[in-house]
């Protein structure tokens, strides 16, 4: 299987040394890069390949956490094991919100911290999530294009979703509406089954 991994960062020298770094990874197979420049770019290429699976162009099923921040990026190892790679607590909760998503149904979680960064950011919000291994939640948002935004859908779920974060009881009746008319909305489905287990609120501990 072939990790896909949608590389942002602003430096121009940085798709050739990843290229360079990563060759032997590139040729077996085992990983494909994707390059953007900023934040916008990026949401522009995941769009891209969304409306490729539309017309039947399959890429396979791909799931993607992106977060902002800083990392430790460099040649780590010696003697027999010498590898390019990146460490910090930004990788480790990308790592985390790319899990998140098969858990909540979705394909793409952004947290709040990359969703601010980006200039006229479309999206719904997912909830406050309690990532593996973190002790605060994370708001996270799952992008949509600027005419998802305007569907009758994405209207309906940011209603259910505002009574949620409200802690209205109102919102398990808002949701299973939503649902009804919306089955393929696997996030919605997954917050309708929260709140039918007795949940409430928008804080969602992950696996």
């Given amino acids: 299987m072939t990790a896909k991994i949608l590389l942002v960062d602003d430096e121009p020298d940085m798709k050739a040394l990843v290229l360079q770094k990563f060759r032997d990874q590139i040729r077996a197979g085992a990983i ?12 522009t290429i995941l769009e891209t390949n969304r409306r490729w699976r539309q017309k039947g162009m399959a890429l396979g099923i791909t799931r993607i956490g992106a977060h902002a921040g800083p990392a430790i990026v460099g040649n780590f190892g010696g003697g027999r094991f010498f590898d390019y790679t990146a460490y910090g607590d930004t990788i480790n909760i990308t790592a985390r919100l790319e899990t998140a998503n ?14 601010a960064k980006v200039p006229n ?17 994370l708001r996270a948002f799952e992008p949509f294009s600027s005419e998802q935004c305007e569907h009758v859908a994405t209207i309906s779920y940011a209603d259910a979703f505002a009574k949620l974060e409200a802690n209205d009881p ?7 509406a939503h649902v009804g008319k919306h089955p393929d909305d696997q996030l919605a489905s ?6 039918l287990s007795g949940a409430t609120g928008t804080r969602i501990t992950m696996d």
């Avoid at 098969?102 to 979680?109: A, S, V």
């Avoid at 109102?170 to 299973?176: D, I």
């Avoid at 997954?190 to 709140?195: D, E, G, N, S, T």
């Fill in 190 to 195: 997954f917050h309708l089954k929260r709140l």
């Fill in 170 to 176: 109102a919102a398990l009746a808002a949701f299973a």
């Fill in 32 to 43: 494909n890069f994707l390059f953007a420049s900023d934040g916008v770019e990026a949401l």
């Fill in 102 to 115: 098969k858990q909540l149904g979705t394909r793409i979680c952004v947290s709040a911290i990359l969703a």
């Fill in 121 to 137: 950011f479309h999206g719904r919000p997912v909830g406050d999530l309690l990532l593996r291994g973190r002790t605060e939640a």
